[in-house]
């Protein structure tokens, strides 16, 4: 074998391992029952759950009791509502949140989401341009 099919034969292999390691890695967006599924598979596994939050229901947050406990409920994209526990503090302006993206697993009868990422709408909502006058 030449060098040159040596070296190309490396890098394929390097490049098919790092395909294989990094598939392995990856969260999936899923909606809640497929959560629920998911965690009597392969407890504890993250996925990432995209759902707005359920306004007609309470949100329960009390930073004098537990500052690091946040309990509401959302709907995923196609509608199911889950019961939703946060383990840190209440992001800011919570109950204004559009839309969120849950990171965690199902765990018994609600979603213990570890991150929340949010898009607030008041910070992408254009303002007028400011005229500066000399």
């Not at 392995?24 to 993250?46: L, S």
């Not at 765990?107 to 303002?127: Q, R």
């Amino acid at each position: 074998m030449k060098p040159f099919h040596i070296i190309l034969l490396c890098i394929a292999g390097i490049g098919i391992a790092l395909v294989v390691s990094l598939y392995g890695n990856t969260t999936q967006y899923v909606v809640f029952p497929d959560a629920k599924r998911m965690a009597q598979e392969n407890p504890g596994k993250d996925v990432h759950v995209v759902c707005k939050l359920n306004k007609a229901k309470p949100v329960i947050y009390d930073a004098q009791v537990n500052a690091n406990r946040l309990e509401f409920n959302a709907f995923d994209s196609l509608n199911n509502e889950c019961a939703v526990v946060f383990t840190k503090p209440k992001p800011t302006q919570f109950e204004q949140l559009e839309k969120m993206v849950l990171i965690g697993y199902y765990e018994k009868d609600h979603f213990l989401a570890n991150e929340i990422l949010s898009k607030c709408p008041s910070k992408y909502v254009e303002s007028p341009p400011k005229i500066v006058r000399q």
